[in-house]
């Protein structure tokens, strides 16, 4: 019997290795699995975050190590977004978008749109002089300092600006005739609709439904979680709204670039910005209020204006060649909205206000012609060959053999097989097969692959251009179909098989001429009696007839005796795999969506390496590390990570602050002037100690931090002690005469007197959601912050150290709740406020129920231990404790990051990086000192979506 399955799995020995080829991990190499196939959804919760779906295969934005991005202007937990949008006294929402903000009251630089979107310019197409003529305004007349790096003089200009957009929020479907345009998410969860419908964009002036330009007939949905990024083609029709299921801000970037000046000058903020459109405000938070239709009851003065404003749009917008649908569903041919449907999509929007409210399902309603098949990163199959050409066919065979080996180790790969054509022995034929093209991508750039390049090249072999195919990603569309057998046969064989198999051929290309697009057969060069079938079929219905055929049944009652074992029945010696796929075409839009989002991040990457204010560099000299960038100007923020470089006996804190001038001033004092110890440690930021844990985890002692260009920063060094204590022993970069600092690329290493010191590395312009968690580790508190995240729950992975104890102490170790930076506590029993201070500070930390406690005593000493994952409640802070026992397990002493609450008043928790603490549990009388008897690291993002970046 013959078995066939569609994207399948068989294992066939060849070439003296094993193809595994399953849905299981092989943990015995780094091959991935194949994703289990995709089903359109009916659109539920696991369907909206299924990892296989290809709506969810959005690229993640690679950020440029040395790239800064502008620092925005009042951009806080505070001030972002409140709910219901536009009520001052709203409840806050969740924040954590990992950018820098400046406060700047009545600078007025957030613009209002018309669905309730709030943005500020960060940079612009057009000149200085141009935005200033603009001379954009409040709702109430107050002017606007819209200040923002223009890109008037690069050879493409571009216009960026950060969005915030209330949820179930966002612009109706238009169209960019002139300007490709760029999301890269920060925050929140963004249903979005990228264009590939269409063969060809719209042409200026042309609009669906419109003098003979047919509607769209299908739209293709995406769903973009933070740190992806989507690219939208000029030409080609899109909206996006705001899902975030917490229904927090949806926050992100948003980059116009016109694609020729000549033809098109100018940029998109000419529009935004001019008098009767633009309205300004100082926060988001009012502007968003002010384009909202969620805070206006209908019929009022408010709402009516709103009303206007969306008119305004659509008959001001194609003036500076941008096209508005008058409704959500105007430009299909099918109607309906842009995006699956969400709860509050079959409910009265809201109540209250407005009153009345809009009736369901306004404003969004489910179309019918929606897509979710977009092949973002699909699966492709490469198929090339290579002939030996002027080369050694041993050379040649050993050469592709190694490479097959290889491959099959790289992330990402499927399978990879290479033949020889038995008709044509000096042709070889490589076929691979994997999950991803973006995979396969990461590979062509590897330095193996380019070394198996130079390898052919060397040897004179000759490569015809490579083919790809993309695995279909829609179950409902009857596309091309590949049939892939592998086969292993019985010895003296082969002439037999040779023989079946060209009779086959010669029936299958006279009778399907128009039917089958490829018949092939090749052998194994390395192992005999082993042979590869390659089929290409137009459809499912061809490839089923060809299977039906008289002669293909003859062809497999006759070749099935000649395999080994069972034959075609036995899956150890037959394999038959069947893909549907798309061949990469002009023709088939869908086929060049993964190339052209690719080159479409490309674009805009080199777009902010075009750009001087954004390209940031490292240099130092006298103790001091200057952040510059190419045109001297502050104002763009960066991150800098800081990384130890060799362990100390005793623990040893850094940390930097930023100095005024050459003199090293701090708010006007020099360094040898009374207070300077003083006004330094207000600037301080607390990096890491180092101390002689040689663990495993001992590698993360670094901590990643904000800055701007044109800081100046002078390193600290306090041995056995902090900036934060009465008399630090401090040690000054710039007062060390044998301190020195050596570039290496974007980093920096420096070193002390003493040969201590450690890295320092441009990072990018966004934090991580580790790093927003540990900010306040960098001012002395070893706390963890949640504060800014509302109504979320959070996931802890928690990895401990334990060293060798010969005192023979065991530990408990924990988080616990506390109200304030200083560490306070309420008592859970009289709901008395209890300090640090407090003698019975210890019983009520150690009576709260809701704490995180870990044993430690099963351990392993010196290994890194993972102690699972605990979740935390948002909206808090948590401090570290540790309780000791001695040998009789009883309690001996609880020690927490308050030295204050501490009996001996003395510190037993350092911070040894970001969420790294190092613990002591030798009191003070006794003390070691080297604070490595615990170490715990801590990771974290959501517990359930949208997740952080």
Known sequence: MLEIEQDDTRKASHAGHDHTEDN?????????KLPPGFSWPSFSKEDRYNPNAPYNQAPQF????????????????????TEPSGDPNGAKLSFYTGLQQETSPGSNQWDSFPAGEAQQFLTTSISNAAVQALNPETKQGLPVDLTAISTSTQARPYTMGLTVTPYNAGPIPHTHWAEEEWFILLQGEMDAWLPVANKTPYKIGEIPGQNGIPKIEDYYYVHLTPGQIGFLPAGYTHNYRNASPTKEPLTFLTIWSRTDQNATPGGIEEFFAKEGIGVFADTANQAAAIGSLYNKNPGTPEFIESQQRFTDYFNQ????H????????????NGGNWNPAIPEDTQPIPSPPPSPPFNPPAPNAPSKSVKFNIPLDPAPIKRWSINTGAANSQQLLSLVSNYDKNTEQQQGNYSTDFYRDPNNPQNLLLIEKWNKYSDLDQYQKSDSYKQFEEGL?????????????????????????????????KAGTRDQIISLVDDLTKQTKQAETSNNLAFEIYEDPLQPNQYFFYEKYVDGKALTEHLEAQYTKDFFAKFSPLLEGNGLSDKTVSEIRIDSVRTSSASDPLTGVYQGQKKGVDTLTGLFKDTPELSVSLNASNGIVAVNNQSNTPGVGINLLFAAGQPSNQPVEYGVFAVDDGNNRVNGLLPTDSGYLEAVRKRAIVLFNTTANNSPSAANTSRNIPVETTDKLAIYQIGGGSIFDANPAIKFSFQDPQFSAQPTGDALSFQFSDGSGGTIALNGPVESFDDIIGHRQTKGRNV????????RKIKADIDITKNPQPNGLTHRIGLYEVLNKKGDVKDPLTGEIVTAENPNYANVVLSKSKKIELETSALNQGQLSNSGTYLLDSGKLYAPYMTTF?????SSATYFAYKEANLDRSSHIISLGTNRFGLED?????????????????????ADPPFAV
């Open 784 to 791: 963890l912050d949640t504060s800014t995240i509302v109504d």
């Open 317 to 320: 917008f194609p003036d500076y």
């Open 62 to 81: 690679q950020w440029p190590k040395n790239i800064g991005l502008p620092i925005p202007k009042n951009f806080s937990a505070t001030n972002v977004l």
């Open 922 to 942: 030798s009191p003070s009388g006794v003390v070691k000192g080297d604070f490595k008897d615990i170490t715990i690291s801590m990771k974290f993002n959501f």
């Open 457 to 489: 090249k060397s040897i004179g072999a000759e490569v015809n251009t490579p083919t790809i195919d993309i695995v279909e990603t829609d179950s409902q569309i009857n596309s091309e179909k590949i049939l892939i057998g592998k086969f292993k046969a």
């Open 886 to 890: 001695d040998s009789q397990q009883q």
């Open 322 to 333: 941008v096209s508005l649908s008058q409704n959500f569903g105007s430009y299909l041919a």
């Open 24 to 32: 299981t991990q092989n943990t015995s190499t780094t091959t991935d």
